[in-house]
């Protein structure tokens, strides 16, 4: 998502969310798990923003646009489950570890190489 392509206010939220963990806060606390009232939806990392709600795929979509902000690679991890949802990861390797974001709660984590 190149920079000149938000608005302001867009940008103004995108340079608040300086570190992983910032993003990782910024989706447990102001944004709400999407459950889909209206049917499946995939929101874009500026619907996120107006919206403030997403599900596992939308989280994933936004934390790996604000990491590439950041000037980490924008990966996905996709863990397709067989019996339950999928749960989708925007990940990150930072100081030899690697970390995740994502709307689930609690899902930051960070583990060594």
């Not at 980490?72 to 925007?90: F, Q, T």
């Amino acid at each position: 998502m190149p920079r000149d392509s938000l608005v302001a206010a867009e940008r103004a939220l995108f340079r608040r969310l300086d570190a992983p963990e910032k993003i990782q806060r910024f989706l447990d606390h102001e944004v709400d798990y999407n459950k889909e009232p209206r049917g499946a939806t995939c929101f874009s990392p500026r619907r996120v923003l107006r919206e403030r709600k997403a599900h596992c795929m939308e989280g994933a979509l936004f934390g790996a646009a604000a990491l590439r902000m950041l000037g980490y690679p924008p990966l996905r991890l996709d863990r397709e489950a067989v019996r339950d949802d999928d749960h989708v990861l925007a990940i990150f390797r930072q100081d030899g570890c690697w970390g995740a974001s994502s709307p689930a709660r609690g899902c930051s984590r960070w583990a060594s190489s």
